[in-house]
């Protein structure tokens, strides 16, 4: 029983430290990818940033801190969600046994800290450079995880400036910022048939920035 009992705390050890790693390793390479992203903008003159538009002023402050409760709910009760069915199924009956759960319990709530820092802390906007498009938007959103969507221009069929709202159809699903201006958005089609749908200000000049660019990355 003393045996078990032991193995029990190494094996919680050790699945804390791995997710911590991995929550250490992510916030690094997130933080240095965005450092990078700064640099990058002070060495092109031609890049330009739109920011994120939400529905009213009061929403356009509270942006970032929804976006991280966002974040926050979503990866903790999904990893809450996971343990419990691999429990249920008897996967992981060990890893819901004391003190291995505090471990991982722990190691969940640092991870979806991590995440939720990201929108408070990271440069977000649509990011217009010589080569590419650059969604750098640090959330999640029912069917996209990425942190930063980027789109070569050659990739771009079409931009254009959607009026009508989007509200309970199924472009709601394609919208890659929660919160946003459901009736005023760029909606970017891919030569593949994507669909990337977000609202920034000044909607109507972004698009025209980058049907610009898509031309002129085709004459080259």
Do not use: H
């Not at 217009?128 to 650059?134: E, I, M, R, T």
Request: aromatic share 14%; proline share 3%; charged share 20%.
């Amino acid at each position: 029983m003393k045996k078990k009992s032991i193995l029990f705390i190494v094996l919680g050890i050790f699945v804390f430290l791995s997710y911590l790693a991995t929550a250490c390793a992510l916030c690094y390479t997130e933080i240095s990818a965005g450092g990078s992203c700064l640099r990058r903008k002070a060495g092109e003159k031609k890049m330009k940033k739109y920011k994120f538009k939400a529905p009213n002023r009061t929403f356009q402050l509270l942006l970032p801190f929804l976006c991280a409760a966002d974040n926050f709910a979503i990866v903790f009760l999904l990893c809450r969600l996971g343990l419990g069915i691999l429990g249920r199924i008897g996967l992981a009956d060990f890893l819901l046994q004391d003190p291995v759960l505090d471990y991982i319990t722990k190691a969940v709530l640092i991870l979806s800290v991590v995440y939720s820092l990201l929108p408070l802390v990271m440069p977000k906007g649509c990011f217009l450079y010589d080569d590419q498009l650059v969604l750098a938007r640090y959330t999640i959103t029912a069917l996209n995880w990425k942190n930063k969507i980027t789109v070569p221009y050659y990739m771009i069929e079409n931009a254009y400036v959607q009026y009508s709202g989007i509200y309970w159809t199924k472009d709601m699903f394609s919208e890659l910022v929660p919160y946003g201006d459901f009736n005023y958005n760029v909606v970017l089609q891919l030569r593949d048939g994507k669909k990337y749908i977000f609202s920034v200000q000044d909607a109507e000049d972004c698009c025209a920035e980058i049907m610009a660019k898509v031309e002129q990355y085709a004459n080259k």
